[in-house]
Every structure is written in C-alpha cells, then in structure tokens.
C-alpha cells in the first residue's frame, strides 16, 4: 500500500486532539473577528454559527469535528475545577453576593441551552423537510 499525503491528511482528521485544536481554531479566528470588526457578539457565538453554516452547506463533514467535540464535552466538568477553587478561596462569593452570581450563571445557562435546543430543531426540521423534498 502507497502511503499518500491526501491518505495522511485523512488519517490526522480523524484523530480526537487535531478535532480539537480545530475547533479552537474556529474559536480563535472567531474572537479575532470580534475584535478587529467590535462586532456586539460573543466569539462564541460566531464561531458555533460559522461551524452551523459549514456543516450546513456541506463545506465541512461532521466526522471533522465529531470526536473532538465528544472529548471536549465528555471532560467539560475537569474545565469546572479551577472556578470552584476560586470560589472556596474568596468567602464573598459564598455569601448573598454569591446568591446572585449562582442566579444569573443558572439563568444564562438554561438560556443558552434553550436557544441551542431552538437551534437544533429548526435546523433538524429544515433538514428533513429539505430530504424529504428531494427524495420526493
């Protein structure tokens, strides 16, 4: 078997580390975006909608980036460690003004997680309405 650089490339792909660094790639270009252009959007936020779009437009395959999202979301709870340690060393966070920060981290998030989840299904459903359309 000839072992060619487009097999090679192939191969890196597939690996869960280089799937990582390919999002924070995205991360990255997607933060220099927002500062160079003070676009009023978090970069993640672009980052996730340039991904959304590329998938979507078929520019890049999910197996691209699959396991690499897995790993990174399997560990997400290792991400938490430092934040807790932050907290336990300054006694003001364990007090009302701590009340108030747990409040808006668990609003935010539940938002964050309902627009994801709009997200998703309109994007499903456009999916299998746009499948369904060309089979028939």
Same mark, same amino acid.
């Given at each position: ?5 487009? *097999? ?7 690996? +869960? ?22 676009? +009023?959007? +978090? ?20 197996? %691209?980036?699959?396991?690499?999202? /897995? ?17 336990? /060393?300054?006694? /003001? ?30 994007? *499903? ?8 359309? %060309?089979?028939?």
């Amino acid at each position: 078997m000839i072992i060619t650089a487009e *097999y090679m490339a192939l191969k890196c792909v597939k690996k +869960p580390l280089f799937q990582v660094g390919l999002v924070c790639l995205f991360w990255l270009a997607s933060d220099l975006v927002v500062k160079v252009t003070k676009l +009023p959007v +978090p970069a993640g936020i672009l980052g996730l909608g340039v991904v959304l779009l590329l998938l979507m437009t078929k520019c890049m395959r999910l197996d %691209s980036i699959k396991r690499g999202t /897995e790993l990174l979301l399997g560990d997400m709870l290792l991400f938490f460690v430092p934040a807790v340690l932050a907290v336990l /060393e300054h006694q /003001e966070f364990l007090s009302v003004l701590g009340l108030k920060i747990l409040l808006v981290i668990v609003l935010s998030t539940l938002l964050v997680m309902l627009v994801t989840a709009v997200v998703v299904d309109c994007c *499903y459903r456009w999916r299998t309405a746009h499948v369904q359309s %060309s089979a028939g």
